[in-house]
């Protein structure tokens, strides 16, 4: 029988050590036991951008980044998608079971109910610029929200940690809504409890002079399963970020406006605008296999492929081409589908994207649905902050019951100058 355990041989020292593997994981920390002598500090695993690093134990998202799949608590995310809500899946992430129909009728009453923001910070959303980014408007609402809760410090009370996670789920549409009606010019619009989650949202987004909003079941439904495949991803950069800014017992809304910031970058959350952005300026059939050369040639990246975790595809990406006809048939053609569709079809046949495991992600199609929506690019990041609010609460809750964790402090290799003195004179 193999002994689960590594077994290392420090060639400095010619001392054997035994470590124990455990989930198919060293500890780091057994390392810190590898010293040439006691003056040591003990060897340290280097690893820039954590490429080969678990930062926690978790059960709420599993990836078989290999075999393309993706399950939130066990449920695969294709089955998920077709047969759950999402508010039904913020229950399952935040709870680890699907709701049964009446704690499903709670817990939406509940979200429902918390959707009005405070008046004043209507006032700070207005007093932001006319043409001011959504995402920085929203990073800025969400982070305020701390200041008008500020019970929300007490994390280690479950009890008023569920108070914030409700009111966060229920709010960021709200806010959103807001961000965007304020780069229009449109007065806001308050919730409506009588619509869903996602139909309430494209009421606060769209609503005119009508005295009530209808959304279209199919534009609700497309949008509701987009909000699905993006409310969690393991530990990806912004749920990083909500854990390392949660292990500082920080708020959630401070918290969690962290991670919508680091969402915001175009190399996460913010790619799908970047892919918008990519096929308007590609603007014709004709002009792709240029595009693609540029590529090729590193000039830039094609936008909304590649994945650090997905290297056969992105089962997300497979479930959204599918939304994006069904949401099509409702909506016009949008000219750009057609030049996203050549790009997947070069790309996939080229061996330069064969070779390095390059596959849309699930940013390449989200675009064109938002935009078939009538979304502004802009407003891209913010709705897949919107989804991704859940997932990252889930894992701020999962930290906080972790008894093996601290406050998150990595350690560094020092290269820099030896210690020196300041000269006299200058
Ligand atoms: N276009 C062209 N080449 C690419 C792309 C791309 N989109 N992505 C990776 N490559 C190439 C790299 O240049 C590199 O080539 P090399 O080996 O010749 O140097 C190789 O593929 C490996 O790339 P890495 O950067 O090491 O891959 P990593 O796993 O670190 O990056 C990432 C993943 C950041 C997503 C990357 O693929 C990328 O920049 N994609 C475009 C942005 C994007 O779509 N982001 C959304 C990600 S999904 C999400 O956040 C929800």
């Known amino acids: 029988m193999a002994k689960d355990s590594l077994s ?6 010619n001392q054997t050590y035994e470590i124990p593997i455990e989930h198919g994981t060293i ?23 954590y490429k080969n690093t678990a930062s926690t134990k978790s059960t709420i998202t599993y990836i078989d980044g290999d075999r393309g799949i993706l399950e939130y608590r066990g449920y695969p995310i294709g089955q998920l998608a077709e047969k759950s809500t999402f508010i039904e899946v913020a229950y399952l992430l935040l709870f680890g079971s699907l709701p049964t129909p009446g704690e499903y009728l709670t817990w ?23 043409d001011a980014h959504p995402m920085g408007m929203f990073i800025s609402s969400v982070s305020a929200l701390s200041t008008f809760y500020p019970e929300a410090r007490n994390v280690d009370d479950p009890v008023v940690r569920l108070h914030q996670i409700r009111r966060l789920i229920a709010k960021v549409p709200t806010i959103a809504a807001f961000s965007y009606r304020h780069n229009r010019g449109l007065p806001y619009v308050y919730p409506d409890n009588d619509l869903s989650y996602t139909g309430n949202f494209l009421n606060m987004m769209f609503k005119m002079s009508d005295a009530k909003y209808n959304p279209d079941p199919i534009l609700e439904r497309a949008l509701d399963v987009l909000f699905i495949l993006h409310a969690d991803h393991e530990q990806n950069c912004s749920t990083s970020t909500m854990r390392n800014i949660g292990s500082a017992k920080a708020d959630p809304y401070s918290a969690l406006a962290g991670a919508a910031a680091a969402l915001y970058g175009p190399l996460h959350g913010g790619a799908n605008e970047a892919v918008l952005r990519m096929l308007s300026e590609i603007n014709d059939l004709k002009n792709v296999p240029e595009y693609i050369d540029r590529v090729k ?7 909304g492929f590649g994945h650090r975790v997905y290297k056969n595809f992105d089962p997300r990406a497979e479930i959204i081409k599918r939304v994006a006809d069904q949401v099509f048939e409702v909506t ?11 790009l997947e079809r070069i790309a996939l046949e080229d061996d330069y994207f064969v070779q390095r495991k390059l596959y849309p992600n699930v940013d390449f199609y989200s675009g064109l649905i938002y935009q078939a929506l009538g979304l502004p690019v802009d407003m891209f990041p913010v709705l897949f902050a919107i ?10 809750q999962e930290l906080l019951d972790d008894s093996e964790q601290a406050i998150a402090r990595p350690r560094q290799i020092f290269l820099g100058e030896d210690r020196r003195d300041v000269p006299d004179k200058r």
Do not use: C
């Not at 290392?8 to 020292?13: G, Q």
């Not at 509940?110 to 610029?129: D, G, P, S, V």
């Not at 989804?387 to 701020?396: D, E, K, N, S």
């Open 8 to 13: 290392v041989k420090d060639n400095r020292t």
């Open 108 to 130: 939406s009453n509940e979200i429902t109910y918390h959707t009005f923001l405070h008046e004043n910070l209507k006032t700070l959303i207005q007093a932001f610029r006319y």
């Open 297 to 303: 040639a590193g000039e830039f990246r094609l936008m």
């Open 332 to 342: 016009r053609h949008n000219p750009l589908l057609d030049i996203a569709l050549e």
């Open 387 to 396: 989804g991704r609010t859940v997932g990252w609460l889930a894992q701020w």
């Open 27 to 49: 500890k780091a920390m057994d390392l810190r036991g590898i010293k040439q002598d006691d003056n040591d500090f003990g060897l340290m695993s280097y690893d820039p951008a």
